[in-house]
């Protein structure tokens, strides 16, 4: 039986409607009622999993879940060794650079050199910030990353905008974007490789019903 | 004018509690339509910045909020450079590892060499675990730890436990402690020594209602 990772949040839903198009239907995780973070699909075919969308990579890199469901900004930062199999182009977001509207820097570039960038994406950033070559210090946050330049602690931060809500809300404005990302269909490799499961068969499925 | 870190979350109610008696009050973060992450106290003496636990540290340790609490789990997982300075006695709670209860083991050293332990505090986890001289692997989650041992992918989890709910639900006991935790009062190291603000007489009524 196959085991998929789903992430909670942003991608839920969509993803549950690619696997239900593809015959597996997982919406009982969409109920909000629902506690329970491993179901089967009403077929038995398959099961999923419910976790953080940080940890989708790690359930699939370790062969907990043969198929996961993740945005390409976590494989970025995180590197994992799964296989990145297809683009299944929902999810859009970008990785952008933001600053106070208030501040004078419309680029990158114009940051102070050894200024300060806060992050939830702390590799990203730094390898950003190395490319450009400008030498700054990344200051590690868990969330609300908009704080930092609020309460004066860096000049800008690196964060993942998807309507932009958020930045107008702070008074922030983006100047720059490291890259864009969307949901990606990952994959253990070993179990990628020998076809576990006949997880081509499904593989091919969803990659025809993404390119139709 | 001081500024003073306050963890969302478990912490956050008694967190408020303590600085009102000691006459700032911040219990505009305790309703629920607040959006502000950041508020002064009525008598405009004091700011408080309202961030996630794991990011009251980061805000000490670069200067931005001078004081901050947080639970003595995170300054042990993170070992940010802040002074540690009242243990504050609310927000007990215990670094636990658990298994499941349908498994043979019962405690730490039982578990099997090169097995895997799943946790959100990994140099806590991994610290423990070379201490009782096991190779143990530390599979890293960002959340609903407890997959672990359902899924078959870890043996172990190492985690926070509070009440035991979250155990009992999911089918685990916990077979050792590595440590207790509690609420913990800290200062940004330079502005502790130079009194700014002076940031002593605050801490020292502090002191004496912990005391009382």
Redo the contacts between chains.
């Keep these: 039986m196959i085991?998929i990772a789903l992430p909670?949040g942003a991608l839920l839903t969509d993803s549950i409607e690619l696997f239900k198009q593809v015959g597996l239907d997982f919406s009982a995780f969409l109920d909000k009622s629902n506690r329970q973070?491993?179901i089967s699909d009403p077929t038995n075919t398959a099961t999923a999993?419910l976790?953080?969308a940080?940890?989708v990579p790690?359930?699939v890199e370790?062969g907990?879940a043969q198929l996961g469901i993740v945005g390409y900004d976590v494989l970025r930062e995180k590197q994992p060794e799964v296989a990145n199999l297809s683009d299944l182009k929902f999810g859009y977001c970008r990785m952008s650079v933001a600053v106070p509207k208030t501040s004078s820097y419309r680029s990158s570039v114009e940051l102070p050199p050894n200024g300060?960038v806060a992050s939830k994406f702390v590799n990203c950033a730094r390898e950003y910030f190395r490319k450009i070559d400008l030498p700054i210090e990344i200051?590690?946050?868990?969330?609300?990353v908009e704080?930092g330049p609020?309460?004066?602690?860096s000049e800008a931060i690196v964060d993942l905008v998807s309507t932009g809500k958020t930045l107008k809300e702070n008074g922030l404005i983006e100047i720059d974007i490291l890259y864009e990302s969307t949901a990606r269909l990952i994959a253990h490799p070993l179990s990628y490789r020998l076809n576990q499961s006949e997880l081509h068969n499904l593989i091919t499925k969803i990659r025809s019903l993404i390119d139709s």
Tied chains: 1, 2.
């Design positions: 085991t909670k973070l491993q999993l976790v953080r940080q940890d790690v359930y370790y907990q300060r200051v590690p946050l868990s969330g609300s704080l609020i309460t004066g602690m």
